[in-house]
């Protein structure tokens, strides 16, 4: 049973800061790689950020040189740093453990961006 939590989701005003992290737990064996999503109202969910079991990352467009992720492999956690946040921003983010074959999400926290 793999297990997937995120948290440190919250409200905060234009142009500032939130550090999301997610936890994994549960029997993965192989090296996965650890996405966050976002899913903000009326709209599809997207991919913000990837990092993969090397470090590698990539992200969208979108959230280039202001949202940072990183990975804790000892502790099997995955941060995302949010600067510079903008009311576009605003949605619930989710993150997913993926192996080739199969993924696993969170529930999902709400970030909101609004003065």
């Known amino acids: 049973q793999v297990r997937v939590v995120e948290s440190g989701g919250g409200l905060v005003q234009p142009g500032g800061s939130l550090r999301l992290s997610c936890a994994v737990s549960g029997s993965i064996t192989m090296p996965y790689s650890v996405g966050w999503y976002r899913q903000a109202p009326g709209k599809q969910r997207e991919l913000a950020a990837r990092i993969n079991s090397s470090g590698s990352t990539n992200y969208a467009d979108s959230v280039k040189a202001r949202f940072t992720i990183s990975r804790d492999n000892a502790k099997n956690t995955v941060d995302l740093q949010m600067n510079s946040l903008k009311p576009e921003d605003t949605a619930v983010y989710f993150c997913?453990?993926?192996?080739?074959?199969?993924?696993?999400w969170g529930q999902g926290t709400q970030v909101t961006v609004s003065s």
């Open positions: 997913k453990a993926e192996l080739p074959y199969r993924a696993w």
